[in-house]
T-cell receptor, first 110, second 116 residues
């Protein structure tokens, strides 16, 4: 079983739309959670951390549900520049291992 | 500040040849990770080091793959002999490591390997 599971998409949404991604993780010992963004043919980069109480960064909102072991990312008012692959990441701190989901592809259409 | 530096950026080789990928982590980072990315399998952790010591190499596909970190500023990933199924983008990443983990992995630009 994979450590992190994501719907690969693709999600094709019009500009201005709201879109949500979810991912689930299997290791209940996971301690830290993140969303990374990867542009085509580039390296992944940290988008935001995910905190237990939920957190917001501009148009982006991340939520964590430990009981159900899932993480979500909500993007409001989508921009063309949001087109990318979004990777869900969990970290098991005891071993400092970062596990990545396979990513969800988003294309924002004019 | 320099980020994670990988070389070569691109390599095309023939089956059976030895491939060596190189990585220089960010200065002061204690953890170094090697990942492989393909369309089918996404990002797979191959091996990671803490303070130059390999901690988990369970992701290394087989004995043809080996990784070393002789010092805090350099690591190599070697494939010998290479096979077409090894074609992928290989990323090196570093982080501040255990005890002070911010959760941010900093990735290099990757080494795109094609084995013919």
């Amino acid at each position: 079983r994979k450590e992190v599971e994501q719907d690969p998409g693709p999600f094709n949404v019009p500009e201005g739309a709201t879109v949500a991604f979810n991912c689930t993780y299997s290791n209940s010992a996971s301690q830290s959670f993140f969303w990374y963004r990867q542009d085509c043919r580039k390296e992944p980069k940290l988008l935001m951390s995910v905190y237990s109480s939920g957190n917001e960064d501009g148009r982006f909102t991340a939520q964590l549900n430990r009981a159900s072991q899932y993480i979500s990312l909500l993007i409001r008012d989508s921009k063309l520049s949001d087109s990318a692959t979004y990777l869900c990441v969990v970290n098991v701190l005891t071993g400092n291992q970062f596990y990545f989901g396979t990513g969800t592809s988003l294309t924002v259409i004019p | 500040d320099a980020g994670v530096i990988q070389s070569p950026r691109h390599e095309v080789t023939e089956m059976g040849q030895e491939v060596t990928l190189r990585c220089k982590p960010i200065s002061g980072h204690n953890s170094l990770f090697w990942y492989r990315q393909t369309m089918m399998r996404g990002l797979e952790l191959l091996i990671y080091f803490n303070n130059n010591v390999p901690i988990d190499d369970s992701g290394m596909p087989e004995d043809r793959f080996s990784a070393k970190m002789p010092n805090a500023s350099f690591s190599t990933l070697k494939i010998q002999p290479s096979e077409p199924r090894d074609s992928a983008v290989y990323f090196c990443a570093s982080s501040r490591g255990l005890g002070s983990n911010t959760g941010e992995l900093f990735f290099g630009e990757g080494s795109r390997l094609t084995v013919l």
